[in-house]
């Protein structure tokens, strides 16, 4: 992708707190940008593993860190936020802790000042943690949520965002109480379905196992997460969770009633099959609500073009897309090994629509479903 | 796709009722072998469309299939079933919907003689129906359920496992009951779930849905099925659903009920703590039962390219992957709004990874997670 090296917005030197997956993968953007990163861990090894890594170097005498990223498990992240502001009293103090109003109310309750404090979460993680998963990009291209309060100073919030930008992500700014709502609906209640879904496999027969496919292997996929992360992660964002859930529950109950009614010989009433159908359909609705990759984004249109299934085909239709100046917001190939053609469904803004369909049939590609 | 020539084990023509996905998938692998295919369905346009798609040919007078496969929604199988073994008194006919017991029950209540009659259904599918997503991979390395019975002449039953065998599939013999136990747990109750966990999305704030991730993405990906398809699983198979969805929800009153234990200061007794992160636990080792992590196509391993969010940026990299003669198998693109990059998951047979790796960083481009 012929990325030039960028020169970083953060000049001075960054303290990375907890050599784990998230901090060494700061720590190493950080120094891929040529960014002096101080590392730190409570584990000599984990401490030596992420510097060998690559993510940065031992604390010294005298070191003067502009920034302090706090990136350990949400548990202690709040009596080390209180430890580096007083330990670094010029530093700027951030964490990138997945619930953000816990630990700052547990901050306010202790009477710490917490001006220099700027709660932030990179919306990335994998389900491996460790500095031996970290990896320099995994914050590209992804939300970095930034709490600011009233009392933030402009410079102070500068600091993070530049980490945000250094690191490829976009900052957003929410409050605690809107980020914590956020996640609990798009990550941490999708992490205990998976999770309660999975353990429905534990006592599976093994030819039941045997017909898994890629649904189930996705629905679950997140399943495999770390438990004493998400015991720690599930009782600082309690309520927000809990009132996700119960909806959750009384949907789960409408249609377990919905398929209970139905009688051995498959009959059922207008009303029940109504409530089975309402239930996937809105799950429909739902999803194409997610931006992405699924192509479904309602901001975007999509034209199906079909493409000889050839090396170089796809190539030459995005080239000339390109040349037509129209961007491809997402693209979805169909194609298959017994059939001669394929069909690339290209995402596209609205209004550019036709004059792509116009201009690609010009040079002589096919659309299909015209 | 380089996909060698290999000789059929069917030899007689095969007869496909329904050119939906399955139909025209079944039909494009059958052609591929050089088997003749004569496709059918109710509706002329989609039949038109999956033989011009090459999935095989008309029907004509003096035809006489060895095989039939019935690929129609599940409410119409039964009655399909019957009016083939009617129309074709030589053939052994067949069929691929997702739940046997209740078809099979509907056709014995008729006094149907099905000693010609074997149900079957491959475990493949895709979120997206018609022949315009056929594609003749759909069942390689995927298990196909045989549901035999005492009657079930040798002669017959081969030559399901031949047609299962030529898709290259893996046949499993099973009872109705025990297909429909399994598949309600590793197939329908995965969607229902999904399904529901997605629903909680339409009334998300903007903010919410821009802090998606692939967690929230992999758990609701299915959830994008078609309702009335199925309405009529779950209405054919609600027993065995209904069954698994109460284990479910009793589960997930457990987690609501810990997590409603939590005091505003995220306090919780031991109790309720071993209560969560059992149920994490327990979804670690459920996942951990599923076999295979990329199980849909193991014939292919992937590689991430890091593509700028321009124009042509896309095309350049596939047109790029044409000249040096790396022939791609599939295409993946992920890609957040705002981002200033993508990433490009390509397939590729495993032979020429390494070497497709190399020439792209020696062109300069970067490939994630090295």
Redesign the interface.
């Given at each position: 992708?012929?990325?030039p090296e960028r020169s970083a917005r953060l000049a001075g030197p960054v303290r990375v707190v907890g050599a784990g997956l998230l901090g060494a993968s700061i720590g190493l953007a950080l120094c891929a940008h040529g960014v002096d990163v101080i590392l730190d861990d409570a584990s000599p090894s984990a401490l030596d593993l992420a510097i060998d890594y690559g993510a940065g170097r031992r604390a010294a005498v005298g070191d003067a860190p502009v920034l302090v990223v706090v990136c350990v498990p949400p548990d202690v992240t709040a009596p080390l936020i209180e430890r580096e502001l007083a330990a670094h009293p010029d530093a700027v103090v951030t964490d990138v802790a997945s619930v953000k109003l816990?630990p700052f109310?547990?901050l306010q309750?202790r009477g710490v000042d917490l001006t220099r404090y700027i709660g932030s979460h990179p919306?990335?993680?994998r389900e491996r943690g460790g500095a031996i998963s970290a990896?320099a990009?995994l914050f590209?291209?992804?939300?970095w949520?930034i709490c600011r309060d009233a009392e933030t100073p402009g410079w102070a919030l500068g600091l993070v965002e530049d980490l945000a930008l250094d690191l490829?992500s976009?900052p957003?700014e929410?409050t605690p109480e809107?980020h914590d709502?956020?996640?609990a609906?798009?990550?941490h209640?999708?992490?205990?379905?998976?999770?309660?879904?999975?353990?429905?496999?534990?006592d599976?027969?093994e030819?039941?196992?045997?017909?898994?496919?890629?649904?189930?292997?996705?629905?679950?996929?997140?399943?495999?997460?770390?438990?004493?992360l998400?015991?720690q992660i599930?009782?600082?964002n309690?309520?927000p969770?809990?009132e996700?859930?119960?909806?959750?529950?009384r949907?789960?109950?409408t249609?377990?009633a919905a398929?209970?009614s139905?009688n051995?010989?498959?009959e059922?009433t207008p009303g029940t099959?109504r409530a089975?159908?309402?239930?996937?359909?809105?799950?429909?609705?739902?999803?194409?609500?997610?931006?992405?990759?699924?192509g479904?984004?309602r901001?975007f249109v999509t034209l199906?073009v079909m493409v000889d299934?050839t090396?170089?085909a796809?190539?030459?239709?995005?080239?000339?897309?390109?040349?037509i100046?129209?961007?491809?917001?997402?693209?979805?190939?169909?194609?298959?090994?017994?059939?001669?053609?394929g069909?690339a469904e290209i995402a596209v803004v609205p209004e550019v629509k036709q004059r792509a369909i116009d201009d690609l049939v010009a040079r002589g590609w096919r659309i299909?479903g015209l």
């Open positions: 992708m012929n990325e816990e109310l547990a309750r919306l990335s993680g990896r990009d590209y291209g992804r939300p949520v490829g976009t957003l929410m809107e709502r956020s996640v609906l798009v990550s209640v999708p992490q205990v379905v998976a999770s309660l879904l999975a353990a429905r496999l534990i599976a027969p030819i039941a196992v045997a017909l898994a496919g890629q649904g189930v292997r996705d629905t679950t996929r997140i399943a495999s997460s770390d438990p004493s998400w015991l599930l009782r600082a309690a309520e969770v809990v996700v859930l119960r909806d959750l529950s949907d789960l109950d249609v377990v398929l209970t139905i051995s010989e498959g059922a099959r089975i159908a309402d239930a996937i359909a809105a799950g429909n609705a739902g999803v194409a609500r997610l931006p992405g990759k699924h479904q984004n901001r199906t299934d090396p170089g796809l190539g030459r239709l995005l080239t000339e897309l390109g040349e100046g129209v961007n491809m917001e997402d693209l979805r190939l169909e194609h298959s090994p017994g059939a001669q053609i069909f299909a």
